[in-house]
């Protein structure tokens, strides 16, 4: 990783920068909202079965020690991802899973993990009065680095 | 799939706050599927997006909008075989989007 950021450093130019954004390794809310009603499904707990992402903050602390990059900015972003079902959210989590699980192992705990929360979201959607969206929250680090 | 992602806009607001693109020629590490590279790329003066998963790389360059057609190029290649036959000094931003692991 840190030699990646080396490599990285080596491509920018003298003037110009290295953005980077990860997710915050913690648990995401998803919840189910209509009429000005919010009901929770549960958390998606992305730190038992995803990619260490406390690995890129350790990584970026070591390289601006080093003195190869400055660390100009560091702020936290918040997001929403809204579906229309929770089959479409279930296809979308699994896809996350295929892309970010540490491992084997840790893909095929996640998929049941993710198989509950889409059927308690199915089952809380059927018993909505009126058209219920889905929705999935998320917080992003997101830095900017200057090469020194 | 009709799903939607960050219709507020908030980590677009977010990028734009640390990074003025225009003019710049970016380098977009883990482009996955492009989905974030449609953000900020028609303000970049060029982009380079590279992601290791050819299928990922395959639904970049099939949803590639119109207005981006020629600002963007997509490589199917690991970030160390890119650097390795990378000149110097080639990039004024670096963006790693989720990749950084």
Not at chain 1, 68 to 93: C, D, I, K, P, W
Not at chain 1, 129 to 136: H, R
Not at chain 2, 45 to 54: D, H, M, Q, W
Request: hydrophobic share 45%; aromatic share 8%.
């Amino acid at each position: 990783m840190v030699h990646a950021l080396e490599e990285i450093h080596r491509l920018l130019k003298p003037t110009g920068a290295l953005i980077d954004i990860h997710p915050v390794a913690e648990s995401s809310p998803i919840e189910i909202h209509q009429c000005g009603r919010i009901d929770l499904v549960g958390y998606l707990s992305i730190r038992q079965w995803c990619i260490d992402f406390q690995q890129a903050d350790n990584a970026l602390t070591e390289i601006a020690q080093r003195g190869l990059f400055a660390v100009e900015h560091q702020g936290v972003s918040n997001s929403l991802t809204y579906y229309a079902s929770a089959a479409e959210m279930l296809t979308s989590l699994q896809e996350s899973i295929d892309k970010f699980a540490r491992d084997a192992q840790s893909a095929g705990e996640a998929a049941p993990h993710a198989e509950a929360l889409a059927a308690r979201a199915e089952e809380l959607m059927r018993a909505a009065v009126s058209e219920a969206e889905l929705i999935v929250h998320e917080r992003t680090h997101i830095s900017r680095l200057r090469p020194t | 799939m009709s799903f939607r992602i960050d219709p507020e806009n908030n980590e677009t607001r977010a990028l734009f706050a640390v990074a003025n693109f225009g003019g710049q020629h970016v380098l977009e590490i883990g482009c996955g599927d492009g989905r974030f590279t449609w953000r900020y790329a028609e303000k970049a003066e060029r982009v380079t997006a590279i992601e290791p998963s050819a299928k990922q790389i395959a639904l970049a360059r099939e949803h590639l909008p119109n207005q981006l057609q020629g600002r963007i190029e997509f490589h199917n290649i690991a970030f160390e075989d890119f650097a390795s036959a990378s000149a110097p000094s080639a990039f004024d931003i670096v963006i790693l989007s989720w990749s950084l692991c």
